[in-house]
């Protein structure tokens, strides 16, 4: 793969076609070919290479202070429920006596997607 690329650069900068020539005999778009000219330009043959796919953060994430308040109250034995609230999402819910006063504490977070069934042939 990036053997392509790099000889797609070499014959654009040849200047012997035109970019959309080469785009063509490379069977690719022209859309493909001016990203990986911009992304020679701006980075060099390591911009060549394919990028990974995986998301970069990832919005339904427990923060990690929220994880661990939550752990550490299930280690001491704390109450802890998780109860559904509809649409797909799920109370999880802790209680603790700070200070003499009732604090309850609620997080909303979406429930795991349940494989799709199988079609019966």
Not at 19 to 44: D, H, M, N, P
Not at 55 to 76: M, T, Y
Request: charged share 30%.
């Amino acid at each position: 793969m990036l053997d392509e690329r790099l000889q797609f650069i070499e014959e654009c900068k040849s200047q012997e076609w035109s970019t959309a020539e080469v785009c063509q005999r490379f069977e690719i778009s022209r859309k493909t070919g001016y990203k990986w000219l911009g992304r020679y330009k701006t980075g060099g043959v390591d911009a060549l290479q394919d990028g990974s796919h995986a998301p970069h953060s990832n919005p339904r994430r427990v923060r990690e202070k929220v994880e661990d308040a939550i752990v550490g109250r299930v280690l001491i034995g704390e109450p802890v429920g998780l109860e559904p609230c509809g649409d797909g999402l799920w109370k999880l819910w802790f209680s603790s006596y700070e200070l003499g006063v009732f604090d309850e504490r609620k997080l909303l977070i979406r429930a795991p997607r349940k494989p799709a069934a199988k079609a019966a042939k």
